[in-house]
């Protein structure tokens, strides 16, 4: 028996000495070496890695068959059976790189991105709140974005020769009506959300994705933020009101919820600031959020947020008909937002996207005439100053239903493909001096479903090709909308995008009830562009086309208003765009500058003929400069935004000729404005802080430059009034802190 | 007969069980000897993950050598210029830390590997991805220094990343010597479970504080 044993020993010793020699070079799939493949025999030590000139060379011990595996990062793994017999093996391997996240080009025509995540992105979420123009409000900071004009008088985005209704502005997809608070005359109201909220931002300027509809130009897309780092509260103080908010993680880490409450108040900076309007009513905001955020099995989250604010104002200007009378307009406003949305993994490579989202409306508008000393006035001859006193009180409520479904495929290919259902009900009552009331209610059921998919040929091609269907009761017709964009990745990765799509959009709701037979006014784009992105320098180049068609044209319906009559009007808009970003040449210095040029005409709503309208200028450009000293615990921010001067045009309705006839026209001066902001943030490197301070002082206008943003004229022409800001310059001061919650109950017991 | 076959049979099975747990303590061994030169070569860094990546694959429930395979991918991380890259090394290094982790749960070991692999993340744009990493980072080496007190190299790690972070932000060499002392009083008295176990680090502390006195 001790010979059976020596025996079985021997085997084993001998099994251990008997080696074979597998040796062989790595390659892509077109002959270039890769270097650091790791090539081994499953399930054993044996194995080698590749040099620089992709070959690798060992011995193994291993008997019989096996299998040889390579991988490296980036590619598919190869494995192959090979059979050791004493024989040396000599290989050669093709590997073939992975369509990856990382290394595909970005379908980016059109689209600016302010993300974290995204290495297309060109902003960070926190470019929002530093850009001193844009003091801390969502839009403010894509106009220093080309593409967007300088549009001081009104909110909005006004991008490519668009106006401000053809931007939509999309939350976790729904659709956010009245995301800027109710329009007061000649002053641009802000945002009403917190930038804060959000994780990404995806401003697109053109072409943007058959998952969104209703916006003849531009799509703002937002992505609210996930579950918070970890439990935290915080408090503010600024000139201009005070609020504050908690955010609660769980202990798990799989759920949080939050609240928060700000008050605005415009006393203290009307007592510090001279603003032209005399405040009847001085700006006062109520504003409260409440959000949940639960993170299912599968990583997706379950989140809601819902908004309530109740806001009014009211102010004096002088009345441009007369000498001595003003006009004092005021407006109260409620408004509710609620999103409740599931994003989730289901298996197998599908993902489903569903929410719903209901918001109501409600303002109550009053316009009146009054003498020096502010008594209301009837005046009755000329009969029009008796319809300068007016209310009209608006009540609107939204609803949205949207479920999208998004199927993996090999590498990123991916589509994607659902439907959604947006139902509107508007009622607005219009009062006469004398009482007499007109009311209508405008109620639109818009179904559309869509599809797109993403075609990654290599990570170097890419496609996406997608089709819209919408139907709006108001129409009663249905729209079909193509979308095709492609991207090509140069070696240097630098990467050209084109993007095609048709966008159609139903009339404002001012110009409702529409004519019976009226149609979707729609636009077409053509956008090529250019860019080269590290997460240093960016640069970014793009052209475009945008062809207008069936814009609506207005005419006065017998009850007096302007509605749309027709889908006769169109137009036209084209130019060019570059944006450079640089954080690289000068040590510590952030800057980007971002120049348009704009050329176009329309002719739509009531112009006689197609002008360039009153709300796009030639040229546009913008310069913002960022600096850390770091020894200061201080942050420098500057901004600076330029526009050519824009056209202004009487249009009144000619009795004689029965038609709209310009009757006056000309060109603002150039506008100019540069802003500053610092933060000081000193407890920067204080060891276990009680709570992170960061303090703001902003300047907008810092050198008072005369802004004028277009003309008001009197009712019969002979006078015309430049429309400014309210004020040459607003200071904001302010202090926010926040606090880890562990000692956030002393801190608040502190502070209040 | 029979009985002498199967203990015949048995012996050998045994001799082969002993010649295997031979073999990984000599391939380990010679491996680990390797790892202290390999530092400065980031090529030869990367070959010995692999390697170690082949033994854990081999091996299959033991958590040292895919313990190594992390290390030498995430200092592999490190030292690649190639930022682009960084980011899947990294990803690279967490699949291998996570086969430790559920071979080895809650070893301080592990979440040494842990922060380091958030630090090598953070440092692809620290400016943006403080937030994020840093943070998570900081709780892994929390969780190491909680999992094992005795464990001087989760001190190393906050020393040296209070060493690069600026005195601005709460670092600088001043509050960095106070965790690298630490450091090195517990590398006095500590002794690794065994002879595969985690023994790295003295040298390190001693560079960074010698870099810290200068």
Redesign the interface.
């Known amino acids: ?1 001790k010979f ?2 020596i025996f ?2 021997s085997g ?1 010793m001998f099994s251990a000495s008997g080696q074979v020699k597998i040796s062989g070079r790595v390659t892509d799939t077109r002959n270039k070496p890769l ?2 493949a ?1 090539i ?1 025999i ?8 590749t ?2 000139l992709g070959s690798f060379s060992f011995n193994s011990s291993e008997k019989g068959a096996q299998v040889l595996e390579a991988t490296i ?2 590619y598919a793994s190869f494995q192959q059976k090979i059979n050791l017999a004493g024989t040396a093996i000599q290989l050669n391997i093709s590997m073939k790189e992975l369509v990856t996240e ?1 290394k595909a080009v970005v379908i980016s025509a059109g689209a600016f991105e302010a993300s ?1 995540k995204n290495k297309a992105a060109v902003l ?1 979420p ?1 470019d929002i709140v530093t850009t001193p123009s844009a003091n801390g409000d969502v839009t403010s900071a894509f106009k220093t974005l080309p593409g967007t004009q300088q549009v001081g008088e009104s909110e909005g985005l006004f991008v490519r020769g668009g106006t401000a209704t053809e931007s939509k502005i999309y939350m976790d997809g729904q659709l956010v009506n009245n995301f800027f608070y109710s329009s007061t005359p000649g002053i641009a109201t802000r945002g009403r959300f917190n930038p804060f909220l959000f994780k990404g931002t995806v401003f697109s300027s053109g072409g943007y994705s058959a998952l969104y509809g209703q916006a003849l130009s531009s799509a703002l897309i937002l992505e609210s933020k996930d579950l918070p ?2 439990t935290e509260a915080d408090l503010g103080f600024s000139i201009i009101g005070a609020g504050g908010g908690i955010q609660h993680l769980a202990k798990d880490k799989k759920s949080s919820w939050g609240v928060s409450y700000n008050y605005t108040n415009l006393w203290l900076a009307f007592k510090l600031i001279k603003f032209k309007p005399d405040f009847f009513l001085i700006p006062e905001y109520h504003q409260g959020d409440a959000n949940f955020r639960i993170k299912t099995k599968h990583g997706g989250f379950i989140k809601y947020f819902g908004y309530i604010s109740a806001n009014k104002t009211g102010f004096r200007n002088p009345d441009i008909d007369s000498a001595g009378l003003k006009d004092a307009f005021s407006i109260t406003n409620l408004n509710t937002y609620q999103n409740i949305g599931w994003k989730d993994a289901l298996g197998n490579g599908w993902k489903i996207n569903t929410g719903i989202s209901f918001s109501t409306n409600k303002d109550d508008i009053s316009n009146e005439v009054e003498d020096a000393n502010n008594q209301k006035q009837t005046i009755t001859s000329p009969a029009f100053f008796a319809y300068k006193n007016f209310t009209l009180n608006n009540r609107a409520a939204y609803a949205q239903a949207r479920l999208v479904l998004e199927k993996r495929m090999k590498g990123l290919n991916a589509i994607r493909f659902g439907s959604d259902y947006f139902y509107s009900n508007e009622k607005a009552t219009y009062t006469l001096y004398n009482g007499t009331a007109f009311s209508e209610s405008i109620q639109d059921h818009l179904w559309s479903a869509f599809a797109e998919t993403d075609i990654y040929l290599t990570n170097k091609l890419a496609a996406k090709i997608g089709g819209r269907l919408e139907h709006s009761t108001i129409m009663n017709k249905w729209n079909a909308a193509p979308r095709i964009s492609v991207a090509y990745k140069f070696p240097d990765n630098g990467q050209a995008s084109f993007a095609y799509g048709i966008f159609y959009q139903n009339p404002e709701r001012k110009y409702l009830p529409a004519t019976t037979g009226i149609d979707y006014s729609s636009a077409t784009h053509y956008i090529l562009q250019y860019q080269k992105i590290n ?1 240093l320098r960016s640069f970014r180049t793009e052209i475009f086309y945008k062809k207008y068609n069936n814009l609506y044209k207005t005419g006065i319906s017998n009850t007096g208003r302007e509605v749309a009559i027709n889908n006769e009007g169109s137009g036209h808009a084209s130019g060019i765009e570059f944006f450079w970003r640089d954080k690289k040449t000068i040590k510590n210095v952030d800057y980007w500058i971002s120049y348009s040029y704009l050329d176009t005409k329309r002719d739509f709503l009531n112009y006689p003929t197609a002008i360039q309208p009153s709300f796009a200028a030639r040229h546009t450009a913008a310069f913002v400069f960022k600096r850390f000293v ?2 200061w ?1 201080t942050q420098f921010n500057l901004s600076y935004n330029f526009a050519t001067g824009r056209s202004y045009y009487r249009i009144a309705y000619d009795n004689t000729q029965l038609k709209y006839i310009i009757t006056d026209a000309g060109k603002t001066i150039n506008y100019n404005s540069m802003s500053v902001s610092v933060n000081y943030l000193p407890n ?4 276990n802080p009680r709570s992170f301070a960061v303090w703001v002082l902003g300047i907008n206008n810092v050198l008072g430059q005369q802004q004028i943003y277009s003309y008001n004229y009197s009712y019969d022409g002979s006078r015309k009034e430049p429309v400014t800001a309210p004020s040459k310059r607003f200071v904001f001061i302010g202090c926010f802190l926040s606090f880890g919650i562990d000692r956030t109950q002393d801190a608040i017991n502190n502070n209040l | 007969m029979k009985k ?2 199967l203990l ?1 049979l048995m ?2 099975l045994t ?2 069980g002993f ?1 295997q747990s031979d ?1 990984y303590l000599a ?1 380990m061994k010679r491996n680990l000897a390797a790892i202290d030169s390999s530092f400065s070569n980031p ?1 030869s860094l ?2 010995l993950a ?2 170690f ?3 854990a ?2 091996e299959k429930n033991q958590w040292l050598p895919y313990y190594y395979a992390a290390l030498c991918q995430v200092n592999y991380g490190f030292m690649v210029t190639d ?3 960084t ?3 990294a990803d ?1 290094a967490t699949a291998l830390i996570n086969k430790a982790d559920s071979l080895s749960p809650k070893n301080s070991e592990v979440s040494c590997i842990k922060s380091m692999i958030a630090s090598c993340h953070m440092m ?2 620290p400016m ?2 403080y ?2 990493y840093g ?1 998570e980072s900081n709780t892994e080496m929390e969780n190491a220094m909680e999992q094992d007190p005795t464990n001087p190299r989760p001190y190393l790690l906050k020393g040296q990343s209070l060493k690069y972070t ?6 600088g060499c001043k ?1 960095a010597k106070i965790e690298l002392q630490t450091a090195i009083d517990k590398f006095l008295v500590y002794k690794p479970a065994s002879e595969l176990y985690p023994a790295w680090g003295l040298q390190r502390v001693q560079q960074l504080m010698k870099e810290c006195e200068q």
Request: aromatic residues 6%; hydrophobic residues 35%.
């Open positions: 028996m059976f044993m079985m020993l084993f270097a650091g790791s081994s499953l399930n054993s030590y044996d194995g080698a890695t040099d620089s990062i980036g990382l974290d960070n926190l780092e970890k997460s770091l020894p615990k920067i490197g204080k060891k | 002498l076959i015949a012996t050998t001799v082969a010649s073999k391939a090529p990367l070959s692999n390697t990546e082949r033994i694959d081999a930022k682009a890259q980011d899947n090394i690279k692809v744009n943006q991805r937030m994020q943070q600026p005195e601005q932000f709460g670092g509050t």
